[in-house]
């Protein structure tokens, strides 16, 4: 029987438009639609393939998922072996790049560069025969790969089929899949909350992702792709550039990346470097380092390739984040709040350009689940500031002697008996005020830098001037004077006069800091910023029951329980009254802000904004009293949409949420008397 023409054109026509939305969306994360639309076309075309069941093509993407699990992946032969690249480290590697280039193709002039993030994820190869996705492969060994066609199918970045015309009956095109870092912290979140394994990194969970016998399960992962160039290339032809090829990928509606630049030089490609490398920790996506490429694609074939790697390209790597080093040790530190955290002391190693001796182990059920012993050869990881952490152990090489580690029974600081709440993982020191190591802390955290910001009073000083007995909390500091610091050992004039003016200094502050640094558990910046709009008075919040404390944006049940109990303390009160007494102030809060004006409000910000911060943005509508969250819902109140808002605006619009764009929040704003930057 064969189908009514009309009904032909109208599976193509939603074909298409999917197709392009899909592209739109995930590609150039730009969608023109809503989610809502988007399911839409989805289920129309489901429910006409279910009608007619011939009208389902092998590049439906209805398709995407289907496929009955592998009992293994086959091998294959890629038609032309996937190179791999030869790496820089340094300035020095690069221009001998270039002069060997220079020098083979007998030129002076100018070289023209195209410069592209290097992404940490697979290599892999996409064959698309007269525009239709036929086989995803891995790269293997460059010569072999394993063939995850089945897995490929399912990433929805990655076209069926090719947009547009023009393209090669055969066009091999090569990338990188990975896991962007945002969903990748949601899996291990996940894993965690199940007891499972943990991935190490994106990488690892990008590569055990595609390795999935059951694209099922790979169809759940949100893996991506960037598409970086091809391979083989049979009866077409592609633009005579590395650009005007990533180009016309784009078109094709392949996903590249858009910080791909063309420039000229090796000391412009120099500058591209360090501009990635400063710009590394804001992207989503892990980069190892940045690949240079010759722009000509004739010249690219005048230079050739030797053995495994092109002569015209190079990655110049960043400086390894990951370095494997020997566990030597497990002491317990104690915090503020008295938890006691293991903190791994290591042999020292040098990862991304810094010596690491210490981790941090977060807690014992991190320890069990590493199933880490002292001794192991553990692999240890460093993301931009953030404390390095050990994700990894290598089992095989763990020493005969290898020492369990155990959660000592007492404080390590006080000797008082350590204990473990139950239904939590953190175990506690219960000596309070009296463990010195809980005073350490509360005093470096008053004099932190978004707490009162005390300049040179760092955790050795916190540390000399507790032990030597001259002070026990921070209300002390404001007692110290020069001869008394003096008697500190290595301790000059010039620091103790400097520490002195720091603490004058620190006299003037805000009432938000003042409540962020008396170290109330539970009570962050932004919550002692709520509190201090809404009391506008420390002696009212000090007052406070648990009702009114209630009142307040962002304090709940518990937070106003952790409150009421630090008040309680007479000690607490004492040594507020003796900073108050020693001279520390503030200016009352501006009182022409309507601290109240969107108290209950949840709002949600999307987009680049222009004009403010992300963080500027937050901070505004926090004082005003509304919660900013991260997602929008139907209890979202209103959203901000700076430029490229994608998906959340998308779900704002379907949902019927009032959209404000920037300058209507800077009136917004305006009006309840914040000023705009
Ligand atoms: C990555 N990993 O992002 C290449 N790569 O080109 C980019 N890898 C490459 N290019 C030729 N952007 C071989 C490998």
Redesign the pocket.
Known sequence: MSLPAEIVEQAMRLRDAINRHNHQYHSLDSPIISDAEFDQLFRELKSLEAQYPELVTDDSPTQRVGATPLSAFSQIQHEMPM???ENAFSEADLEDFERRIKARLGTVDTLEFVC????D?V?VSLLYVDGQLVRGATRGDGATGEDITQNVRTIESIPLRLQGQGWPDRLEV?G?IYIAKSTFLAINAEAQARGEKLFANPRNAAAGSLRQLDSRLTAKRKLTM?C??VGLVEGGDLPPTQAGILQQLQDWGLRVNPLVEVVKGAAMCRTYYEKMLTRRAELNYEIDGV?F?VNSMSLQQRLGILTRT?RW?I?HKFPAEEGYTRLVDVEFQVGRTGAITPVARLEPVKIGGVTISNATLHNMDEVGRLGLMIGDRVLVQRAGDVIPKVVAVDRSQRPLHARSITMPDHCPACGAEIILVEGEVIARCSGGLFCSAQRKESIRHFASRLALDIEGLGTKLVSQLVDEGLIENPADLYSLTESKLLGLERMAPKSANNLLEALEKSKLTTMARFIYALGISEVGESTARNLALFFGDIDALRAANNELLQAVPDVGPIVAEKILTFFHQQNNQKVIDELLAAGIHWQAETSSVDAAALTGQSWVLTGTLKILTRNEAKAKLQSLGAKVSGSVSKNTSCVVAGDAAGSKLAKALELGVPVLDETALLEMLAKHGIQGS
């Open positions: 190179l791999s690249l592209e993030p290097k992404i994820g290599a090569r990188e960037y970086y160039s690949v490429k092109p390209a990655a």
